[in-house]
């Protein structure tokens, strides 16, 4: 009996149960040495073997968890762009991936130019004799080469002197397999020299993959051969398909649980939001689709793509309710409610602090990102905007209210997106609504280019987007800022006052710089007019992802 298992420390092992004892023995395994294991020692670590496998963190970052180092280490500095800084030397270390810009044949002063001009540059690796640069956008993957001839060269403000990278404290690594567990028998493969022979886990594999083959293709014929009519249901039963793994309430039901549609949290584009506790104890939202044309049109949309996904930053759908006139969707309820209440009310003491702010975008572009690139079908949400970021007990986003997207096939990008009514919210729409241009996920890039702008900011940015006004002079206003934006980027001014100006008073200068940047930059481009300048949702996302751990400062 064997098993493959994709084991917690992130490598894929083939176990075999021995007849003997009783016991998993590992007889193949992926990498066979643990440290070329992605993130095994976290951002900012370094592995080694001593003999056993550690970590460690170079000298000015510290393990974010000792007992985890997964969770890699943290930057005790920040690097503000446009200060001074050196680069501290590794010899003989690489942090492997996460090149942003590789050039070969370049002089090692090139590449530190190339490092030092870009903000985004963390570091930059360098192979002597041949000349290969290597810009580092995030450092992951750490660990000693056996050549000196590749070295890392860490940026690191002049403020701190004499940093010295290459001191190292090794701890071991809580996520190994055990050693003696960890044997692998050579009857299983072949080793010449760095080559591994895989035929006997391919065959595996592929055997696998035959016997379920037959299974489905005897099922289909069992099924469908045997009754015809099998194969053809109503509209009615398809849904009662595809929604059977979801609790359907009676409208009965729904209206006990949030007394008689009583506790109103708000209204969304496709109905009224009420709050209700189901039995269990359990907290929910149930949105009332009230117009009947509309309700029907909306239910069917809305179910038909969350009821196919579930990703930590988007509201999860628990039920719903499909009963004579009466559309209801039933999903999690979210605890602080949504995004413009935390954002745009509370003085100084109350304003959501930067750490939540940078959470917040990071988390809307991973629900985005998820939309637009991981699900089965192209998901354009169509609406994001403050009202529709929901914000938990942890003020982690989860962004809620599908009942204006429209699904695109991956392999039909190019067709446009057909639409009976305008779609989003004045002050947040790409301007490729107004044109005959295809509505794509660019749309929703635009629209999160806004929410990334208010976020800075602290306040909308057109205040009549509520209170009525012409979207011309909507966007106007937008291209107003963005344009002046752009200018004060391109300056070099020492300390970016400018920004400090710019960003959220509320916040009294307790912010990152590298993050602040980042964030204007993005939102920069993200809002350009034409959707092919803008960054896909995924760029996006590594973008944040690349700073998430940069420090929190006080500027004067």
């Not at 660019?442 to 602290?458: C, H, M, N, P, T």
Request: some cysteine; hydrophobic content about 40%; proline content about 3%.
């Amino acid at each position: 009996m064997r098993r493959l298992t994709l084991d917690y420390d992130g490598n894929l092992r083939l176990y075999s149960l021995d007849d003997g004892d009783g016991s998993w023995r590992v007889t193949w395994v992926a990498l066979p040495r643990q440290c070329d294991v992605h993130g095994v020692c976290g951002r900012y670590g370094v592995c080694a073997y001593l003999p056993a496998l550690a970590c460690s963190c170079p000298e000015g970052f510290v393990a974010s968890d000792a007992g985890d180092w997964s969770k890699g280490c943290r930057r005790e500095f920040d690097v503000r762009c446009g200060e001074p800084v050196y680069f501290a030397e590794m010899p003989g270390f690489d942090f492997w991936g996460y090149d942003f810009n590789y050039t070969p044949g370049v002089t090692m002063e090139t590449c530190r130019k190339m490092c030092l001009d870009d903000c985004n540059c963390q570091a930059f690796g360098y192979r002597m004799g041949v000349g290969e640069c290597y810009p580092k956008i995030s450092l992951w993957n750490g660990r000693a080469q056996d050549t000196s001839k590749q070295n890392i060269f860490l940026k690191v403000p002049t403020r701190l002197k004499n940093l010295n990278p290459t001191v190292l404290d090794f701890h071991g690594h809580a996520c190994t397999v055990p050693e003696q567990n960890a044997s692998v028998s050579a009857s299983y493969f072949h080793v010449r020299g760095n080559k591994i022979n895989f035929t006997y886990f391919y065959s595996f594999l592929t055997a696998a993959f035959v016997v379920e083959a037959i299974f489905i293709v005897v099922g289909y014929l069992f099924v469908f051969r045997a009754d015809p009519a099998a194969g053809r249901v109503s509209d009615e039963e398809g849904y009662a398909l595809l929604f059977s793994h979801f609790r359907r309430f009676t409208y009965d039901e729904l209206s006990d649980v949030t007394g008689k549609f009583t506790d109103k949290l708000g209204r969304g584009a496709s109905g009224t939001v009420y709050k209700g506790v189901l039995d269990d104890g359990r907290c929910i939202a149930v949105k009332r689709l009230d117009d009947l044309t509309q309700a029907d049109e909306v239910f069917r949309s809305e179910l038909s793509v969350i009821g196919r996904i579930n990703h930590m930053n988007l509201v999860r759908m628990w039920g719903f309710c499909s009963e004579h006139s009466h559309r209801l969707l039933v999903s999690e309820f979210v605890e602080n409610g949504s995004l413009d209440r935390a954002l745009f009310s509370g003085d100084g003491e109350r304003a959501l602090g930067w750490r939540s702010r940078y959470k917040i975008a990071v988390g809307v572009a991973k629900g985005l990102a998820y939309l637009h690139h991981e699900c089965l079908e192209w998901i354009v949400h169509c609406d994001v905007k403050p009202e529709n970021i929901l914000l938990d007990a942890e003020l982690d986003p989860k962004i809620t209210d599908f009942g204006l997207v429209k699904l695109l096939s991956r392999d039909a990008c190019d067709r446009r997106l057909v639409l009976s009514r305008a779609q989003g919210t004045r002050g947040y729409i790409a301007p490729e609504w107004a044109t005959s241009l295809p509505i794509t996920g660019k749309a929703d890039v635009f629209s999160f280019g806004v929410v990334l702008l208010e976020l800075i900011r602290g306040h909308r940015l057109s205040d009549w987007v509520v209170v009525g006004g012409r979207e011309e002079d909507v966007h106007m206003d937008l291209q107003l800022l963005v344009a002046w934006l752009k200018v004060k980027m391109k300056s070099d001014d020492e300390r970016a006052s400018w920004m400090e100006e710019f960003i959220d008073p509320r916040l009294r200068g307790d912010f990152s710089h590298l993050q602040a940047a980042a964030m204007l930059e993005m939102a920069v481009s993200c809002v350009d007019d034409d959707p092919n300048s803008r960054p896909s949702m995924n760029a996006v996302l590594q973008k944040l992802l690349s700073l998430e751990d940069a420090v929190t400062v006080r500027h004067a």
